[in-house]
């Protein structure tokens, strides 16, 4: 009976033994699951701000760039400190954070389309283009200018309104309002993903007044200002501009004799930068990009910051003669 007994008593130790085991197992794992996610929570904050720590930088730079030329008329081009690579900023934990100054006025602002409400013909005409050069035969322009007017009138014979796009699978609405974002594109009809990545380097989604900077727009861009330009003179002016730039917009056109290529919509500075700021701490990685404006006085504003796009912007894809 005595050892009966006793191997009861052994049997419920064990069990008790084996159940605390179990718990304490349990607890120990909720306790490194907790401890990693405050790490992941840490290095996302910490990479959010080191991020913006990068896009302050850039302000500064791009400030100290126009207080060092003439600030009601600045001359922005890609000899200058702002368009180099700054060398990389060690972190802590055997992080870094890269930060790169693009300018978008140097590609086509698919925004100009539409101005007033009413469709630019000159932009439209320029964007018909450049689509050209790069081969792609899709009646994007017209679908673009009704994608960005306020009315339902459809472009010509190949626009879309919102009574083609409700026929799609999920359907949807034309925007009839400028774009955000060049990402937008992918919503226009018929838009392939193998036309956008091939339109993506070229384009941009300012302000519809915005206007072209020749002193950091590709030979592509600039082909495409106007009939009959082909691609090898405009890697000329790509050339001609030197490390300096074009000192005015007067110097660019005279490079143009018997082309019908205006100064309106061209510029030789620019009010509009992206910073992209690169940031990887411990085992997390982040990329900020932030659009600036840049006015005459010197102050730089944010006007949109973007998580969901990659660090390095896209590049251009091998030129074709028009």
């Known amino acids: 009976m005595m050892r009966a007994q006793r191997g009861v008593a052994l049997i419920t ?9 179990v718990v304490c197992s349990g607890l120990i794992a909720r306790q490194q699951l907790a401890i990693r996610s405050s790490a992941n929570q840490l290095h996302v904050r910490q990479a959010w701000h080191y991020a913006l720590g990068g896009e302050t930088l850039a302000q500064a730079v791009l400030r100290r760039d126009l207080l060092q030329g003439n600030p009601r008329a600045p001359v922005d081009h890609l000899g200058e400190a702002w368009a180099q690579p700054l060398a990389p900023f060690n972190l802590d934990e055997g992080g870094e954070l890269q930060v790169r100054i693009v300018d978008p006025s140097g590609r086509f602002n698919l925004n100009s389309l539409v101005r007033k409400g009413q469709a630019n013909e000159a932009a439209v005409a320029q964007f018909r283009r450049l689509l050209r050069s790069l081969q792609i035969d899709k009646p994007y322009a017209e679908r673009l200018v009704d994608w960005l007017d306020i009315d339902q ?6 626009g879309a309104e919102d009574n083609q796009y ?7 609405r034309a925007a009839n309002r400028a774009l955000s974002d060049v990402s937008e594109l992918r919503l226009l009809l018929e838009m392939t993903e193998a036309d956008y990545l091939r339109l993506l380097p070229y384009v941009s989604a300012l302000p519809a007044d915005a206007t072209l900077n020749v002193n950091t727009a590709g030979a592509l861009v600039l082909a495409s200002l106007a009939d009959g330009l082909p691609l090898a003179t405009a890697e000329g002016l790509v050339a001609a501009r030197g490390r300096q730039g074009y000192a005015d917009v007067a110097s660019f056109v005279a490079q143009l004799p018997g082309l019908k290529v205006q100064g309106q919509g061209l510029a030789v500075g620019s009010q509009y930068f992206e910073v992209i700021s690169d940031v990887s701490v411990g085992d997390r990685r982040q990329a900020l990009r932030s659009t600036l404006q840049r006015s005459s006085d010197g102050r730089v504003y944010v006007l949109a910051r973007d998580l969901g796009q990659g660090a390095v912007p896209p590049a251009p894809v091998e030129e074709v003669e028009p």
Not at 166 to 172: F, K, N, R, T
């Open 13 to 21: 130790v064990l069990l008790v033994v084996a159940v605390v085991t």
């Open 166 to 172: 409700l026929l799609v699978q999920p359907a949807y």
């Open 153 to 158: 009138e459809p472009s010509g014979g190949f």
